[in-house]
C-alpha cells in the first residue's frame, strides 16, 4: 500500500505546477495552525506571566483581618506550621503619596520584613530604615533612581495630629520587579518596623502573606500546585475563621484570568474559520489534481485500484499534508514566539495588559486539541468532497481523457 | 473452453444503445479481433471485459466470475490479475522510468515484486526493449513505448489481454511488428487475446474476428480468415 501511496503521489504531484499549488497550500495550513496555536499561546502565556507576577509579590496565600490591625498569636503560627504552611512573613499595607522631582503617585506602601517576606515571594527584599525598595515603572514615572531621595506622605493614623499627613524623606535602595505593570508601578515597600512607628500599630499587623512549600512541591504541575493552594485556603479558614479573609495569589485578578480563559475558547473556535479556509484550500488542491491529472488516476484505477483503495489513497496523501502543517506550524509559532520576545513592535501597552512582554506558553493539550481539530475538519470536508469527486466511471474518464 | 461468455449485454448512453443484447463467447487461450466502424460498440465492448464498466443488462462471466455481481473492489482485483490492457496511447506516466511504469500492476495488487521483476525483464529482452527499462518514457520512440506498454500488460500473466488500437499509433511496419509480438506472446502466456482494431493488416493477422455494427454481433463476424459463415451467436 506504502509502495502504491508512493508511485500515486509521486504521479500527481511531480509536476511544477502542481508541487508549487502543493507548497502554498501547504504554507497556508501551516500558518492557519500556527495562527490558533499563537492565540491559544499568548492566552495562555498572558494568565502564566500573570500567576507568577501576583505570586512574586504575595506568596501563595495572604490573609488579612476583617478588624484591620491584628496581632499574629503564637497559637495561629503553631497552627500555619501544623498545616503544611512552609513560610509566612506578616506585613503591613497602607495607602501613601510618594513625591519626587515636583511630581507625585499614589502608591501601595507595604512594610515588610525582609528575610521572612524574601523567603516567602522568593524576591530579595531586604528594605533598610529610611530607605524605600519600588518598582521600576515607579522609578520611571517619577525620574528617579537607586539613591535618589523621595517623600513619602501618608495619613497620621490614629495619632493625635491625625488631620495633617505626615511626611518623611527616605532614600531609594534598589528597584524590584514583579513582572506585573500595575505592581512595578505602585508598590514600594520598606522595613516593617519604621512603619508600624509611623502608623502607630504598636507591633500589628493587618496582612501575613505564605508559602504552602515550593521545595516539597516542584514536582508538581502548575495545575496540581493551584489545587495545592486551594486546598490550604480551605484549611486556614477552618483554623482563622470567619473574622479573616483569606486568598489565594490569583484571587485579585480571579474575574480577568476567567475572562481572558472565555476568550480563548471564544476565538480559537473564531479561528477554526481560518483552518476551516485552508481546508478549502486543500480541497481545491484535490479537486485540480483530480482534474488535471485525471489520466493519472483512470490509469491507476485501470490497472487494479479499486475506488475505495484511491480514496484511502487520496485520505493518505491529504492526512500527510496535515501531518507536514503540523510540523512546520511550529516553526511559525516559533517565529511568532521569537517577533514576540524581540520586536519592540510588539510589545504590550503595560497600563492596558498589566504586563509589558508576553511569550507563548503551549502545553501538550493545546497541540494535541489544535491539531486534532484541524484534522478532523480536514477528514469530515475532504472525505465528503472524495465521495462525490470519484463518481465518474472509469470507462467514461478513459473515453474523456484518451480521446 | 469459454473462458469469457458474454449473455445479452446492453450498455446504454444517453438514449444511444453502444451494445444492445450482444451474445459471445471467447475460447481460452485463443486470439480474437473485434472490428467495426467507429460508434459500433467495440471499445465498449473491450471495457466492458476489461470490467471498467459494467453492463445495464446481461451478463458477463470471465473464469467463472460474473462482473455483474462483483463488488468494486473484487472487479478492481480482477482488473488487477486477470486483465492487461494495451492502450492506444501507451499512456505511460512521464514521472517514472519504464521500469516503474510497468511495475505498477504488481505495486497495486501487492505482487511479488521480485518474481515480477525477473519477469518483466524476460518480457522485455523479448520484446528487444530490456534497455529502455531505466529510461523515462520520453527518451523512448512511439514503438518503443508501446512495447513497454504491452510489458505492462503482460507482467502479471493475463489471462485476458486486451488491446484498443494497439497499433493506431504505429506506422504500418512497426504496427505488423507489435501485432505478431503481441500474438507471440499471449499464445506463450496461454492468455486469451482480443484486439480492436480498424487496421486490415492487423484483422489479417486474426483467424478469428467479431464485426459490430451498432452495438450487434453483425453477420461479417466469422471466425476463420477464408470462411464467410458468420458465427452463431
Avoid at chain 2, 523515462?136 to 502479471?156: F, K, M, V
Avoid at chain 2, 511496419?173 to 480492436?196: P, R, Y
Amino acid at each position: 500500500m506504502l509502495k502504491v501511496f508512493s508511485s500515486f503521489s509521486k504521479a500527481l504531484i511531480l509536476d511544477r505546477s502542481n508541487i508549487r499549488f502543493a507548497l502554498g497550500v501547504w504554507l497556508g495550513l501551516s500558518f492557519s495552525i500556527a495562527v490558533i496555536l499563537s492565540t491559544v499561546g499568548i492566552m495562555d502565556g498572558f494568565i502564566t506571566s500573570l500567576k507568577s507576577g501576583l505570586k512574586l509579590s504575595n506568596g501563595d496565600i495572604t490573609f488579612s483581618s476583617r478588624a484591620g490591625f491584628f496581632e499574629l498569636g503564637p497559637l495561629t503560627k503553631k497552627g500555619m506550621k501544623e498545616l503544611g504552611v512552609a513560610s509566612f512573613s506578616p506585613l503591613i499595607e497602607s495607602q501613601a503619596f510618594v513625591v519626587a522631582n515636583e511630581s507625585s503617585k499614589g502608591i501601595v506602601i507595604r512594610g515588610v520584613e525582609g528575610q521572612s517576606y524574601s523567603q516567602v515571594t522568593g524576591q530579595e527584599i531586604l528594605p533598610e530604615r529610611e530607605s524605600i525598595i519600588v518598582g521600576p515603572e515607579l522609578a520611571k514615572v517619577l525620574s528617579i533612581k537607586v539613591g535618589d531621595e523621595v517623600v513619602l506622605v501618608m495619613a497620621q493614623g490614629n495619632r493625635q495630629l491625625d488631620g495633617l499627613p505626615l511626611l518623611k524623606k527616605f532614600k531609594v535602595q534598589g528597584l524590584i520587579e514583579h513582572g506585573i505593570y500595575q505592581k512595578d508601578l505602585r508598590f514600594v515597600y520598606m522595613d516593617q518596623k519604621e512603619l508600624s512607628e509611623m502608623l502607630g500599630t504598636k507591633g500589628k499587623v493587618n496582612m501575613v502573606s505564605l508559602n504552602i512549600g515550593q521545595d516539597a512541591n516542584q514536582n508538581l504541575t502548575d495545575e496540581q500546585r493551584e489545587q495545592a493552594v486551594e486546598e490550604m485556603v480551605y484549611d486556614l479558614e477552618d483554623l482563622l475563621g470567619i473574622d479573616y479573609r483569606i486568598k489565594p495569589y490569583w484571587e485579585d485578578y480571579r474575574s480577568m484570568l476567567e475572562a481572558v480563559e472565555i476568550e480563548k475558547l471564544t476565538i480559537s473556535l473564531i479561528l477554526q474559520i481560518i483552518v476551516i479556509i485552508s481546508i478549502f484550500n486543500v480541497l481545491s488542491f484535490v479537486t485540480f489534481l483530480n482534474e488535471k491529472q485525471s489520466q493519472q488516476i483512470f490509469l491507476f484505477q485501470a490497472l487494479g485500484l479499486s475506488t475505495q483503495s484511491l480514496r484511502r489513497t487520496w485520505l493518505s496523501m491529504v492526512c500527510f499534508l496535515w501531518a507536514f502543517s503540523c510540523a512546520f506550524s511550529l516553526v511559525f509559532v516559533w517565529l511568532f514566539n521569537w517577533m514576540l520576545s524581540e520586536l519592540s513592535i510588539l510589545s504590550l501597552p503595560g497600563d492596558v495588559y498589566h504586563m509589558g512582554r508576553l511569550q507563548l506558553s503551549l502545553d501538550l493539550s493545546d497541540y494535541m486539541i489544535v491539531f486534532g481539530t484541524t484534522l478532523f475538519w480536514m477528514i469530515l470536508i475532504i472525505a465528503f468532497a472524495l465521495y462525490r469527486l470519484n463518481k465518474r466511471s472509469i470507462l467514461y474518464g478513459l473515453r474523456k481523457e484518451f480521446s | 473452453m469459454a473462458l469469457v461468455d458474454i449473455q445479452g449485454i446492453s450498455k446504454k448512453y444517453a438514449d444511444q444503445y453502444a451494445l444492445n443484447n450482444l451474445t459471445l463467447s471467447l475460447e481460452e487461450g485463443e486470439q480474437y479481433a473485434i472490428l467495426g466502424a467507429s460508434g459500433s460498440g467495440k471499445s465498449t465492448l473491450l471495457y466492458l471485459l476489461g470490467g471498467l464498466e459494467k453492463a445495464d443488462a446481461g451478463t458477463i462471466n470471465v473464469s467463472g466470475r460474473d462482473l455483474s455481481k462483483l463488488s468494486d473492489s473484487a472487479l478492481a482485483k480482477y482488473r488487477n490479475e486477470l486483465v492487461g490492457f494495451v492502450f492506444q496511447f501507451h499512456f505511460l506516466l512521464p514521472s517514472m522510468t519504464c521500469e516503474k511504469n510497468i511495475l505498477l500492476p504488481a505495486e497495486i495488487g501487492s505482487h511479488k515484486m521480485a518474481k515480477v521483476r525477473k519477469k518483466i525483464h524476460d518480457i522485455a529482452e523479448h520484446l528487444g526493449v530490456a534497455h529502455c527499462l531505466k529510461k523515462y518514457p520520453y527518451q523512448l520512440s512511439g514503438g518503443e513505448q508501446q512495447r513497454i506498454n504491452i510489458t505492462r500488460a503482460l507482467s502479471l500473466t493475463p489471462k485476458l489481454l486486451l488491446c484498443d488500437e494497439p497499433t493506431g499509433n504505429l506506422d504500418s511496419e512497426n504496427s505488423a511488428k507489435v501485432t505478431d509480438l503481441i500474438q507471440d506472446l499471449a499464445k506463450e502466456f496461454g492468455s486469451t487475446l482480443a484486439v480492436v482494431t480498424h487496421d486490415p493488416g492487423v484483422a489479417k493477422k486474426f483467424s478469428k474476428k467479431f464485426v459490430l455494427k451498432d452495438g450487434h454481433l453483425s453477420h461479417e463476424s466469422f471466425f476463420n480468415q477464408n470462411d464467410s459463415v458468420p458465427p452463431t451467436p
